[in-house]
């Protein structure tokens, strides 16, 4: 199975989104053949009737599978009341025929940082299936994401969200927010993050980025695409057997995406 993962598109007129990096960055996410694509929020800048119109637009070009969460900046200025028109519900469970797929909001009207809470907690304690791998999705990072700068925004949350997870061996989640590349492995977890698909507010040497998720019955590959450059690079695999992971990010000459 073949996972799209993508973050932090940021649609808008102004400055903040790039559109040539966007169709550049679909046509490479099509040429994939991905069995679906898993977007983790931030859609729009500041959450704008006309950016939500332009995002949906836009993500029409995506041709494989499309599964949506919602990102702070959706939320502004009302966005929060946009997103279930253009985009679906805002948590969802689907069960797939290889894996079961939670997607949960972890954003809040007008506010930078974000929250789960007990309600989507449950749906987490209620869907993870034994013997089926279980993904779960929402835009803000859970632990602190190196290369991005000083530490905001991590959810209010994060330390009981994060035990849950662990508790019930989620093997894999997905996140964005921090327009940074990266994975971490804490138990049997693998925590990875998304950078941003188009937006121009990149950072250092990242660039427009998405993932490439590989799952087989026996390992999780992580690989991240650069847009600009076209180069694709292993970031983190983990196995599903014996808990062994080889973070890649970690080896210096490896270490740029």
Not at 28 to 33: A, D, K, V
Not at 193 to 213: D, E, L, P, Y
Request: proline share 4%; with cysteine.
């Amino acid at each position: 199975m073949r996972i799209g993962h993508i973050s932090d598109i940021h649609s808008t007129q102004g400055t903040d989104f790039n559109p040539k990096i966007f169709d550049k960055a679909v046509g490479m996410l099509n040429g994939l053949h991905c069995d679906f694509v898993f977007v983790s929020g931030d859609l729009t800048t500041d959450g704008l009737l006309s950016e939500y119109e332009l995002a949906a637009k836009k993500t029409q070009e995506i041709t494989s599978r499309l599964f949506v969460v919602p990102g702070n900046h959706d939320e502004r200025n009302l966005g929060f009341k946009l997103f279930p028109e253009f985009f679906g519900e805002t948590d969802f469970v689907h069960t797939l025929p290889q894996v079961t797929l939670i997607g949960l909001a972890s954003s809040e009207p007008d506010k930078d940082d974000g929250r789960l809470g007990r309600g989507r907690y449950r749906k987490i304690e209620e869907c993870v299936t034994a013997g089926k791998l279980t993904i779960v999705g929402f835009h803000h990072h859970l632990v602190p994401v190196p290369g991005s700068g000083r530490e905001t925004n991590i959810i209010e949350d994060a330390g009981e969200t994060l035990d849950l997870i662990l508790r019930k061996e989620v093997p894999l989640v997905l996140m964005g927010h921090r327009h940074v590349p990266w994975a971490v492995k804490i138990h049997k977890t693998l925590l990875v993050n998304a950078g941003t698909f188009s937006c121009n507010r990149t950072r250092a040497h990242f660039g427009n980025t998405f993932n490439v998720i590989d799952i087989d019955d026996h390992q999780i590959k992580v690989q991240v695409m650069n847009v600009r450059t076209g180069e694709m690079k292993t970031m983190v695999e983990f196995s599903l057997t014996d808990g062994c992971c080889q973070n890649r990010y970690y080896e210096p000459e490896k270490n740029k995406v």
